[in-house]
């Protein structure tokens, strides 16, 4: 167990290391939320107006985009097992006594570190949409940031885990993070569009992470994820990210843990 | 007492046998080499003792820990380097083996201490604070030995150890090893496919098609050859071949006016030879057997034709597999 905590902390160390050094990756990943915030909001927030009384477009779409950041990098991070794998580093990583869940597990958090850090950033955005931030929606966004970061970087991981090449992520890009993007609720309330999208929608883990982190914006009355009846609270919504996360993180492990 | 010790061992990827049963022994203190074309089982080998890889069949054991059950045992207590680097390029030197050092558990302060004395061993002191993308080959080479012995190992495993590296480096690497086996008592097990690499071991195992072919001391294995090749020229060729058959028991053969034989152990045939050789010598020369003599008689063919074996690029393949992970 001990070698477990300390696997966690050095790699996530080194997760930590490697994205603070790597500037140009820092940056980019502000890019295209920004983008987006910039020409879909003025693009659309005329034409849509208000999703409910005073929630403009720009507002509702806020939450969403402080995650897409989070969402890119953590996934990328589960999935640069691959580049370790194919420039070696993963071969002093496994053959050193780090306790091989706690390497996988490290990587998550690393990359929920990093995701704290790129929240914080894209908070600095709010004021200037008029969306209010409080001490206690601060509060309650570390923990879901948290969350969504440690199921997406388990999802990359369990990609990466057996990937020998990085041949395989324009792929992965085209079929996994874009279509998981948008079809998490970012853009558009899933209550509120066409049937084969609102279930797609519903099916993708990020729609709840997204709403529930909405819900600490803007309040439950713009927000909730209604599955079968039943309208999700932000509990419930953090929860089902949180265990979907851990399947993905139990299948990676279980795969990485194979050994020829 | 032996450090390393394997006995039958075997891997397998699906039809094709990498390593086809495979027992040697290597003692504390001893270099210990594998020498063999690309694709004869090497690099399988090695993965199979430092944990990367099941064996198929057989077992092995590193520091007295068995490589499958007691695998993080072995982990801790063996040095690896790699043919190809395992460092991480976008992080500087210190950094490498800062996680090095958090890895394998080191105490903060011996972290310390060791980290300097290794980065000065390898005369990259200066270089620390640079990130590894700007080092070249043989700077990488020199730094990943230094943090292969920054948890201290028993063992340090060397597969290809010098792979691309020009000779000049090649030299200084092999200066730092033998310097470390005197001060640690570190043994080392390595694996290669130069010959003059070879030479830097205290045996060595020819190993071929996934088998030990051959497995001796360096000496034994020339040895092995038929001895060394003295060549004389005397005043008088004909009367020096007729003392060589008759007085000498010898068997030796003229050509261009220069007489050659075969002895074993000939640096210490050759000052009595001089010495009491009743015929005048004008100049005389020895010619150790090298390794690639050695090679060429028990596989038949040279190291060199067999890299362009046709077997060679699906072993490679397989080899490349199992490197993976």
Known sequence: ?260 | MNVIEASNLVKRFGNLEAVRGVSFTVREGEIFGFLGPNGAGKTTAINILCTLLYPTAGEAKVNGYDVVKECSKVRQSIGLIFQESTLDDYLTAEQNLRFHGYAYAVPRDVLESRLKELLEMVELWDRRKAKIRTYYGGMKRRLEIARGLLHRPRVLFLDEPTLGLDPQTRRRIWDYIRDLRKRENLTIFMTTHYMDEAENCDRVAIIDYGRIVVMDTLEALKDGVGGDVISVRTEDNDEAMRLLVGQYKLTPSMRNGVISFTVPRGEEFLPGFVSGFPVPISSVGLARPTLEDVFLQVTGRSIREQEADPMHDMKQMVRGRGRGR
């Open chain 1, 1 to 260: 167990m001990v070698n477990f905590f300390r696997s966690v902390r050095v790699i996530a160390h080194r997760e930590f290391l490697r994205f603070i050094q790597d500037k140009p990756r820092l940056f980019s990943s502000f890019s295209m939320p920004l983008i987006f915030l910039v020409i879909f909001g003025a693009g659309f927030s005329r034409l849509i107006g208000q999703i409910i009384p005073d929630v403009d477009y720009i507002q509702f779409m806020y939450p969403g985009i402080l995650c897409m950041p989070i969402l890119m990098t953590s996934v990328m991070s589960g999935v640069s097992v691959v580049w370790d794998r194919e420039f070696g580093f993963l071969k002093e990583v496994l053959v050193s006594p780090l306790n091989r869940s706690g390497v996988l597990a490290g990587k998550a958090a690393g990359a929920g570190i990093i995701a704290l850090i790129q929240g914080s950033i894209m908070l600095a955005v709010a004021p200037f949409l008029n969306v209010a931030v409080g001490p206690r929606t601060v509060l309650t966004l570390i923990p879901l940031i948290l969350i969504l970061s440690f199921a997406l970087s388990a999802l990359g991981l369990l990609i990466g885990a057996r990937m020998r090449s990085q041949q395989g992520f324009q792929l992965l890009m085209q079929l996994v993070i874009f279509p998981m993007l948008f079809l998490s609720g970012i853009f558009f309330p899933v209550a509120q569009v066409a049937r084969w999208l609102e279930v797609l929608s519903k099916l993708n883990p990020v729609t709840y992470g997204i709403d529930a982190i909405r819900q600490a914006f803007l309040g439950a009355e713009v927000a909730g994820v209604t599955v079968f009846g039943h309208t999700m609270g932000i509990l419930e919504s953090a929860l089902v990210v949180a265990m979907v996360g851990a399947v993905f993180l139990t299948g990676a492990i279980w795969v990485f843990n194979r050994r020829d």
